[in-house]
């Protein structure tokens, strides 16, 4: 196996230090040369590096340097290249989010946990939601409602009372966040080539923002989401700690 790796960390104090303990212990290549990228950090940082990174062919291992870590592999600076070896692959495919604002503007971005519209006023926002061009709940009320991948179901989806998804899974989450009318509406499972559309209703007295993994837009009247199987996102896990371990270890605590 190869040993150009490329070593990327967040700006924290631990995760600086660990990344200089191991560009010693190991070398260090630009990430355009490397047969891996080591992440540094916690799942923040990992999407940061997953779209920073999605055009090249390397894929990505992550080491919590952080405070959550679901997506990241334990650190420890000895015997890196051996995990490396026997680590195994996960591939996602992210959400493709376009975003309408009341100006007119159009927003695109991607989405590896959820995109999530958001109340931004004093009253609750009111979505008409459509699946494949067709509406399915004219009026929710709600502070506010999300789609995610399996691989972010355990993200804000599952704070949300949102159910998890097995990583195989080809399905999409749709959840609400605090829901009012319909009362306490539970959401819908959808396939993962389901086309998502949101229509802000009300926009001027209910002022909605839109989110992709922490990329806002505000004041939106429309949103529209769907898979991106053109995209492969590739996460390497520690064996018998991949993201399917994890996502059923998380229903069981």
């Excluded at 179901?153 to 999409?172: C, E, F, K, Q, R």
Aim: hydrophobic share 45%; aromatic share 6%; with cysteine.
């Amino acid at each position: 196996m190869s040993r150009k790796i490329a070593f990327v960390a967040s700006d924290t104090t631990i995760a600086q230090a660990a990344h200089d303990e191991l560009v010693a212990r190991y070398g260090n290549v630009a990430e355009e040369e490397a047969d891996i990228i080591v992440a540094l950090g916690g799942d923040g940082f990992m999407l940061h590096t997953l779209h920073n990174t999605q055009h090249l062919p390397a894929p990505v291992y992550g080491m919590n340097c952080g405070t959550v870590g679901f997506l990241m592999n334990e650190y420890a600076p000895e015997g890196l290249i051996d995990r490396l070896i026997v680590a195994e692959e996960e591939v996602i495919n992210p959400l493709s989010m376009r975003a309408v604002t009341a100006k007119g503007a159009v927003y695109e971005a991607l989405a590896i946990n959820e995109v999530s519209l958001l109340r931004a006023g004093p009253q609750a926002a009111k979505l008409q939601i459509s699946v494949d061009g067709r509406v399915r709940l004219d009026e929710l009320v709600c502070d506010g409602a999300l789609l995610c991948t399996p691989a972010g179901s355990t993200a804000y989806n599952y704070s949300a009372h949102g159910p998890i998804l097995p990583i195989g899974s080809d399905v999409l989450a749709l959840t609400a966040m605090a829901a009012f009318r319909p009362r306490r509406w539970r959401g819908a499972l959808l396939p993962k080539n389901a086309v998502v559309r949101f229509d802000v209703l009300q926009h001027e007295k209910r002022p909605v923002m839109a989110d992709a993994d922490s990329r806002s837009v505000t004041d939106v009247v429309s949103v529209e989401i769907r898979s991106s199987s053109d995209i492969a996102h590739r996460i390497l896990f520690d064996p018998g700690h991949g993201l399917e371990e994890r996502l059923i270890r998380e229903q069981f605590v």
